[in-house]
T-cell receptor, first 114, second 110 residues
Framework: EPEVTQTPSHQVTQMGQEVILRCVPISNHLYFYWYRQILGQKVEFLVSFYNNEISEKSEIFDDQFSVERPDGSNFTLKIRSTKLEDSAMYFC????????????FGEGSRLTVL | KNEVEQSPQNLTAQEGEFITINCSYSVGISALHWLQQHPGGGIVSLFMLSSGKKKHGRLIATINIQEKHSSLHITASHPRDSAVYICAADFRNRDDKIIFGKGTRLHILP
């Protein structure tokens, strides 16, 4: 069964460092999303991406964040200069064709900023 | 403001019990998702529904659009059902967002 894969599963970084989280969505999906979950809190929307551009982003997704689909298969989330409060589980999700439809989630990447 | 409320926050039950988790949302949505979050943190999509009822194995999800309410039921619960169950309201046909509930932590005792 096709699945969304995320790497790394866990990354520890120093404050101020750049981090790239990678996602490989399901191959025929066209809509891509990043969400995050700070420990003990609910999952929050970060950004949606379609047709090689951001279609919606939340107030959390500030200038420190960027997303890219560099090669038609990977979908990356970059945090330019990490802060302590960026420590969270980051989930990638993808959906087929329309803006409605089932979402498929990756297993998540746990980011720890020291 | 888009809001999603889940209840209960925590639920402990004996193996075999029938489980109900409730979700209500504040405004109209295009669909509602039920998700399961493993103890390790990974998320699995259980159901996406916009009307009526869906069943998959021992899991049943229902939604009442008029009442803006959905329920997730687990029949013949088992310790392996222990997880966090998250309801998420899908507004992607409007502003591309999904609003997540805080989750219900379910613990099934053997």
């Amino acid at each position: 069964e096709p699945e969304v894969t995320q790497t790394p599963s866990h990354q520890v970084t120093q404050m101020g460092q750049e981090v790239i989280l990678r996602c490989v969505p399901i191959s025929n999906h066209l809509y891509f999303y990043w969400y995050r979950q700070i420990l003990g809190q609910k999952v929050e929307f970060l950004v949606s991406f379609y047709n090689n551009e951001i279609s919606e982003k939340s107030e959390i997704f500030d200038d420190q964040f960027s997303v890219e689909r560099p090669d038609g298969s990977n979908f990356t989330l970059k945090i330019r200069s990490t802060k302590l409060e960026d420590s969270a589980m980051y989930f990638c999700a993808s959906g087929r064709l329309a803006r409605t439809g089932e979402l498929f989630f990756g297993e998540g990447s746990r980011l720890t900023v020291l | 403001k888009n809001e999603v409320e889940q209840s209960p926050q925590n639920l402990t039950a004996q193996e075999g019990e029938f489980i109900t988790i409730n979700c209500s949302y504040s405004v109209g949505i295009s669909a509602l998702h039920w998700l399961q979050q493993h103890p390790g943190g990974g998320i699995v999509s259980l159901f996406m529904l916009s009307s009526g009822k869906k069943k998959h194995g021992r899991l049943i999800a229902t939604i009442n659009i008029q009442e803006k309410h959905s329920s997730l039921h687990i029949t013949a619960s088992h310790p392996r059902d222990s997880a966090v169950y998250i309801c998420a309201a899908d507004f992607r046909n409007r502003d591309d967002k999904i609003i997540f509930g805080k989750g219900t932590r379910l613990h099934i005792l053997p």
